[in-house]
């Protein structure tokens, strides 16, 4: 997941180049409803999510299980 096309097109190559299935999904994770429909995508089209992680950079004030939505907005901080 990213907001540039052209990222993603460059990373899911480079997974594909070592033999990773790899597929693409634009969106900002700061906003739920494009990281509920990437997940939605993601398990269609691989039938499951096995993890999740979170790459975005940023500085949180709050642990991760108690971090809300709201917290990952940039204009909050």
């Known amino acids: 997941m990213g907001r540039r096309r052209e990222v993603l097109d460059k990373a899911v190559a480079a997974l594909r180049s070592h033999g990773l299935r790899a597929v693409g999904f634009e969106g900002d994770v ?3 409803e494009d990281a509920a429909r990437v997940v939605a995508a993601t398990v269609q089209h691989f039938g499951k999510l096995d993890i999740l992680v979170n790459g975005a950079a940023g500085n949180f004030l709050a642990s991760p ?3 809300t939505p709201k917290g990952f907005r940039t204009d909050v901080m």
Do not use: A, F, I
């Open 65 to 67: 299980e108690d971090l």
């Open 30 to 32: 700061r906003k739920q």
